[in-house]
């Protein structure tokens, strides 16, 4: 039996995709799941005009991800953070940090978009991939910075005035 997919199906085939099954596998599982339709005119017809409409939208929603993915790649988040002597920051930043910065700066990323592999430990400049559109992805820059100690920032002050 011929029919038209209108959902991807693992191991099977892609939405739009026109397959010879079996007849009891149509009727009993692809029909009633709504993932399939029997190949007639009209439904060819219905599935080319949602197939166009579904590029057109695609297209548009590429587009503006292209726009976003300029956007992010011109984009340094700094974290100041306590460390020890080490480099070695306490804590870390994680993509919670990162998503948190990227909404107060206006960008609504999902966390989970944020490729993140493990949380940063360390001080220095890290690029962090983001997903933003299926295989598209922005990298924006995060620095991890050392957070200066009361007494630190007071030394300085002191020497400039054993100089004077």
Known sequence: MKVILLENIERVGRKGDI??????????????RKLALEV?????????????ALKKKLEKERLTSQELIK???????TFVRRSSEKDV?????????????????????DKKKIMLDEPIKRLGTFTVPIKVYHEDRAEI?????????????????DQKDDQA
Request: no cysteine.
């Open 141 to 157: 820059k995060v620095v991890v910075t050392k957070e200066e100690s009361p007494a630190e920032v007071s030394e300085p002050k």
């Open 19 to 32: 397959l010879e099954v079996a007849p009891g596998y149509a009727r009993n599982y692809l029909f009633p």
């Open 71 to 77: 956007k992010l790649n011109e984009v340094t988040l």
């Open 89 to 109: 920051i306490f804590g870390s930043v994680s993509a919670a940090d990162i998503h948190d910065q990227l909404t107060r700066l206006g960008f609504e990323i």
């Open 40 to 52: 007639t005119q009209s439904n060819i017809k219905a599935v080319e005009m949602q197939q166009k």
